[in-house]
Nanobody, 122 residues
Framework: QVQLVESGGGLVQAGGSLRLSCAASGTIRRINAMGWYRQAPGRQRELVATITRNGDTDYADVVKGRFTISRDNAKNTVYLQMNGLKPEDAAIYYC????????????????WGQGTQVTVSS
């Protein structure tokens, strides 16, 4: 019932920019923290950035200064602005959100999007 859908991935040249979006839909009581993760071939899934409901952010060191995470609570949407993209940023990017569905009062659980491919050419 609750779904996360990412969009905005694609192919860009090194040094270029992309803006990823992830919209949560369904009957939702509350969305707590949201975040972006990525997974490259042969690599573990890694945390890219997180943002609390109030807007506190954390970033992986390798993306600091280049990526910006933000959210619009009214739209149940989280964004990832990616600037200065490097070939090593290429991966499938997954949206994550800790969500209390409407049918629950207090219990949240993590939800994941299907992923969106980011390819960076050199």
């Amino acid at each position: 019932q609750v779904q996360l859908v990412e969009s905005g991935g694609g192919l860009v040249q090194a040094g270029g920019s992309l803006r990823l979006s992830c919209a949560a839909s369904g009957t939702i009581r509350r969305i707590n923290a949201m975040g972006w993760y990525r997974q490259a071939p042969g690599r573990q899934r890694e945390l890219v950035a997180t943002i609390t409901r109030n807007g506190d952010t954390d970033y992986a060191d390798v993306v600091k200064g280049r990526f910006t995470i933000s959210r619009d609570n009214a739209k149940n949407t989280v964004y990832l602005q990616m600037n200065g993209l490097k070939p090593e940023d290429a991966a499938i990017y997954y949206c994550n959100a800790d969500i209390i569905p409407m049918e629950n009062l207090l219990t949240s659980r993590p939800y994941w999007g299907q992923g969106t491919q980011v390819t960076v050419s050199s």
